[in-house]
């Protein structure tokens, strides 16, 4: 089949068409719908601005709703009846507060202390306190101190150790007390809530907020700023509590209130403001008590008034305790000396057996409760003569306050008399008698300065630096450690025989003025390094000598780097060394106990630590309480003519007044412990200058580091060698000293 063709007409006939929009509404249609995007777009955007707007105010309200910490306080925990009586009453207070430091009834002495610690807060003055240790005189003196911030009779209260992280410590301690005792924040709410709601996060304390006011709480280690808060119970709002050690930086302490109020302390608290190296030191004890006097009870400012209490230990005889305790010499401290016992008890057979008993036991490994139960069968016998102090206080495997305290006499007797009855027993630390200045000018030997004698082995010089002159000394040793001084002085010399430090005309700043004292004291050691190494010294006026070793004393914390630096860069550096002097008490654990690590060197009672690192400068230790000791006792003691004593050059004795003056300036006081007997020193407070004593005392470490021993006294002197003339033969071989 084809297919059907179309008619022609049917072919031509023409398509239908719609009909074209007029121009200006075709182009109409495209404007219309971009303007609706546009408009869509905008409001979009203006719901999305809303949005965020929106969750914004709603995250910084939840956000100040969280901070604020209007919502939970305890308004209505207070005990009124509780808290009033605690607020006129420190006794009640303390009791009541915190039962579990204080669970023990009050003896007389406490509640003489804290009548005293209230009389002070409330009214004002200074209380220094010695008690037994245990006795919590810490403990009493850190709670008086909260008493007196929460009820608003002290605003700035500062805590002063001995060291800033003693003081840190007791501030610590308080931290703990508001943040944790449920007690106080009770009664407290004002000064304790917002604490609690920091969680000890000292980043809450920018956020935190009352009914929308910030509280200004700072909490840190040091400084401790109590929340401001429009309450009619804050009275502890915008209070202080700062810490910081006695020797730091303790002057322009202040706070600045919201209101534009600036608040200075206005109470102290001193917790044992010595440390036993202090204690043994009558220069630095002079000097803790200059700032005590000083500085710290300057701290309120001029016009005000300020409030202390010191809690304080004896250890020596006259240290800082001491002083301040003694009311004929500080009686505005109002010293009060409590003791363990009153009087000690009488029957002494009794207590010999039971201290048989006591330590039978302790050798057989076992309790001493024989020794208990004999106390029981006989102790109206025993305790007659005693008066214990605190009745309540004695162990759960004691009966008794007085067997308590005669348990802790048996145990050290020493520190029985210090720690627990505040008198040290000073006959038992046998003060030692020194030689006196006179006799030791006569030490003199006839030979010419700066001429070595025969038969010397080791030349050695140390110098002590002070920030204004150089004291040194050179000394020539035979083997057997006897000594020649055959040169000392001063740089710049002063041409003078007797002055001390602070009447030095010349001085290091006058030989280099306006440079920095790190350069004057650079200098100061090159000149005299310089004169004391490339002088030829001349032994017995034929053989030129030069110096084995000098020690530069480092132990001076502003000069400390520049020695090592001229010690590490000097031309003489091999016969040059640090040297720092460690005072070794009887408490402290003697270099033959040390822990001995490669390459450490060790000797009679000096040490040479080995370099860790490469560039570092090998420095030297030594015990200055045992050398000062043989230097004093031995060395300068024996006869002139023996072997190992001490001469000093020259014919006259008067020349060598003020170095002898010098070599006297400190006492010893000897010390016994249960395991050793040391003589600890001090200098005494009318001799300023100990610096020649201190350069006698390193030369004779570089001597023995050289290779002097006493125990070379006991062999015989060398003989001839064949060939060799007998000439009544003196000198001993020459010693190579090795370099460093």
């Known amino acids: 089949m084809g297919k059907t063709k179309k008619p022609p007409d049917a072919a031509k006939k023409p398509r239908s068409r719609k009909k074209a929009a007029p121009p200006k509404a075709e182009a109409a249609l495209p404007s219309l719908k971009k303007t609706s995007r546009v408009q869509n777009d905008a409001a979009a955007a203006r719901r999305y601005e809303a949005h965020k707007e929106e969750s914004r105010d709603r995250i910084v309200a939840a956000s100040a709703k969280g901070r604020d910490i209007a919502a939970g306080f305890p308004a209505n925990s207070i005990d009124e009846a509780r808290r009033d009586r605690a607020w006129n009453d420190l006794a009640f207070f303390l009791r009541t507060y915190f039962p579990q430091a204080f669970y023990l009834e009050w003896s007389p002495d406490h509640l003489r202390v804290i009548a005293k610690l209230q009389a002070a807060i409330v009214e004002g003055g200074t209380f220094a306190l010695a008690m037994p240790r245990g006795n919590g005189k810490t403990t009493l003196v850190e709670r008086a101190a909260i008493w007196g911030i929460l009820t608003g ?5 500062c805590l002063i150790g001995s060291t800033q992280e003693a003081a840190e410590k007791l501030l610590a301690h308080v931290k703990g007390e508001l943040q944790g005792n449920p007690l106080l924040a009770a009664d407290f709410p004002s000064a304790c809530y917002p604490i609690v709601r920091l969680e000890n996060n000292a980043k809450r304390c920018v956020g935190q907020t009352f009914l929308g006011n910030p509280t200004n709480v ?33 002057r322009g302490q202040q706070h600045l209130l919201p209101t534009g109020e600036v608040i200075r302390p206005d109470f102290l608290m001193l917790d044992d403001p010595q440390t036993r190296e202090s204690a043994a030191s009558a220069s630095q004890a002079a000097r803790r008590m200059e700032v005590i006097m000083g500085d710290v009870l300057g701290l309120a400012g001029v016009g005000h008034t300020i409030s202390a209490v010191s809690t304080v230990t004896v250890m020596y005889k006259n240290d800082l305790a001491e002083q301040l305790l003694d009311r004929s010499k500080c009686p505005q401290w109002q010293g009060e000396r409590t003791k363990l016992l009153y009087s000690m008890p009488t029957a002494d057979k009794l207590w010999d057996e039971y201290r048989n008993l006591r330590d039978e036991a302790y050798r057989n490994d076992r309790q001493p409760t024989e020794a208990t139960e004999f ?17 309540d206080r004695f162990n759960p495997d004691e009966i008794s306050a007085v067997q308590h305290a005669m348990n802790l006499y048996f145990r050290d007797a020493a520190s029985f008399h210090a720690e627990y009855q505040n008198e040290p027993d000073y006959s038992s630390g046998d003060e030692q008698e020194l030689p006196k200045a006179t006799t030791l000018c006569q030490r003199v030997n006839n030979h010419a300065r700066c001429l070595l004698p025969a038969g010397c082995q080791y030349l050695t010089a140390f110098i002590d630096v002070q920030h204004s002159l150089l004291y040194f000394s050179v000394v020539a040793f035979s083997r057997d450690f006897t000594g020649y001084v055959v040169s000392y002085g001063t740089f710049p010399d002063q041409q003078r025989s007797y002055f001390t430090l602070n009447q030095a005309n010349k001085t290091l700043q006058t030989t280099t003025p306006g440079a920095s004292l790190e350069a004057q004291v650079f200098g100061g050691l090159d000149a005299l390094v310089n004169r004391l190494c490339e002088s030829p010294w001349m032994e017995d006026g034929q053989t030129p000598r030069h110096i084995d070793r000098i020690f530069i004393d480092a132990s001076d914390g502003a000069v400390r780097n520049v020695v090592y630096k001229f010690c590490r860069e000097s031309k003489h550096a091999r016969t040059v060394a640090p040297y720092h002097g460690q005072y070794i008490g009887a408490t402290k654990k003697p270099y033959a106990e040390y822990t001995k690590h490669r390459g450490d060197i060790y000797g009679e009672h000096w040490r040479i630590p080995a370099v860790q690192k490469r560039g570092e400068v090998k420095h030297v230790l030594a ?16 006869p002139r003519a023996s072997a190992g004593a001490m001469t000093f050059y020259g014919s006259s004795p008067a020349d060598h007044r003020m170095f002898c003056d010098q070599l006297v300036s400190e006492t010893c006081i000897r010390v016994s412990t249960s395991e050793r007997t040391v003589d600890e020193w001090h200098i005494l407070p009318n001799h300023p200058d100990n610096h020649f004593l201190d350069c006698l005392l390193g030369s004779c470490v570089a001597a023995s580091i050289c290779g002097a021993n006493i125990l070379f006294r006991d062999k015989p002197s060398p003989k001839p060698q064949p060939g060799e003339p007998n000439k009544n033969y003196q000198k001993t071989p020459r010693v190579t000293v090795k370099r460093w």
């Not at 009779?153 to 209260?157: H, Y």
């Not at 106390?375 to 009745?391: C, F, I, L, N, S």
């Open 153 to 157: 009779r002290r605003r700035f209260i």
């Open 375 to 391: 106390y029981r069968a006989h102790q109206v016998a025993m305790d007659e003569g005693a008066k214990p102090a605190w009745t």
């Open 623 to 638: 015990d200055v309480n045992w050398w000062k000791s043989f230097v004093l006792f031995q060395l300068l003691t024996l």
């Open 218 to 250: 700072i909490w840190t280690s040091n400084r401790l700023v109590f929340p401001t808060i429009d309450r009619p119970d804050s009275s502890a709002s915008g209070s202080v509590i700062t810490a910081c050690g006695l020797t730091g930086n303790i």
